[in-house]
C-alpha cells in the first residue's frame, strides 16, 4: 500500500474553506486518493475519491497534484459539525475494500 | 444512517474468554470487512469476506474469525480474549465488482476485556 502522511491536527474558523492536506509520494499508477472521516463515537464516513483529475461532490473538493504525490481534500464552507479525524487513504491495488487507516487529521472547527 | 447495524453496542469481557459480534449489512451488499480501531488509533483492518469466503485478511492471529451468512451479514468471533483486545470493532459493508465503491461503516461495537 501507498503510504500517506498528514498532519496531526488543524484548526478552521467556522465557514471558512478546510483544506486538508496529504502526501503519498509512493503512489503507483493505478492507486486511488480516497478520503473517509470520523466524527467522534461513529464509524467512518466516505466523503469522495479521485485518480487524477480533481474531483467534486456534495460533500467536498478533491485537488490531486499532477505528479499525483499529494491531494488536498478542501471541505468549502467548514461548519462545527465537520469536526472530525480525516483519513487520506491509497488502497492497495486501486481496491476499494482493504483500507489502511493511518492516523488522520483532527480537524477542529471553532466558531 | 448508512444502514449498516452492529451488535451488541458495548460489551464487556475477561480475559481468556470468547466473543461473537454481529454486523447487519446494508441491502445489496456482497462484502463485508472488519476493522479494530484502539483508542487514539485509526481503523486496522481484520478481515473481508465476499460471498461468505474470506477475502483477505489484515495482520491479525487466528484466534480472530468469522463468518458471512448467505444473507451477507456477518460475525467476527474472538478466542481467548486478551486485555489488547479491548477496541471499538467496526464492520463496513459494501458491494464488490462494480467498480469503485465506498464502503458502509456500522456504528461500531465497543468491546472491553477486563
Known amino acids: 500500500d501507498a503510504k500517506t502522511t498528514q498532519p496531526t491536527s488543524m484548526d478552521c474558523a467556522e465557514g471558512r474553506a478546510a483544506n486538508l492536506p496529504c502526501n503519498h509520494s509512493t503512489i503507483s499508477g493505478n492507486e486511488y486518493v480516497y478520503w473517509y472521516r470520523q466524527i467522534h463515537s461513529q464509524g467512518p464516513q466516505y466523503i469522495i475519491h479521485g485518480l487524477k483529475n480533481n474531483e467534486t461532490n456534495e460533500m467536498a473538493s478533491l485537488i490531486i497534484t499532477e505528479d499525483r504525490k499529494s491531494s488536498t481534500l478542501i471541505l468549502p464552507h467548514a461548519t462545527l459539525r465537520d469536526t472530525a479525524v480525516y483519513y487520506c487513504?491509497?488502497?492497495?491495488?486501486?481496491?476499494?475494500?482493504?483500507?489502511?487507516f493511518g492516523t488522520g487529521t483532527l480537524l477542529a472547527v471553532q466558531p | 444512517e448508512t444502514g449498516v447495524t452492529q451488535s451488541p453496542t458495548h460489551l464487556i469481557k475477561t480475559r481468556g474468554q470468547q466473543v461473537t459480534l454481529r454486523c447487519s449489512s446494508q441491502?445489496?451488499?456482497?462484502?463485508v470487512s472488519w476493522y479494530q480501531q484502539a483508542l487514539g488509533q485509526g481503523p486496522q483492518f481484520i478481515f473481508q469476506?465476499?460471498?461468505?469466503?474470506?477475502?483477505g485478511r489484515g495482520n491479525f492471529p487466528p484466534r480472530f474469525s468469522g463468518l458471512q451468512f448467505p444473507n451477507y451479514s456477518s460475525e467476527l468471533n474472538v478466542n481467548a480474549l486478551e486485555l489488547d483486545d479491548s477496541a471499538l470493532y467496526l464492520c463496513a459493508s459494501s458491494l464488490k465488482g462494480k467498480g469503485h465503491n465506498e464502503q458502509f461503516f456500522g456504528p461500531g461495537t465497543r468491546l472491553t476485556v477486563l
Open positions: 441491502s445489496g451488499h456482497n462484502t
Open positions: 469476506y465476499y460471498r461468505e469466503e474470506e477475502n
Open positions: 487513504i491509497t488502497p492497495y491495488g486501486g481496491a476499494t475494500n482493504k483500507l489502511i
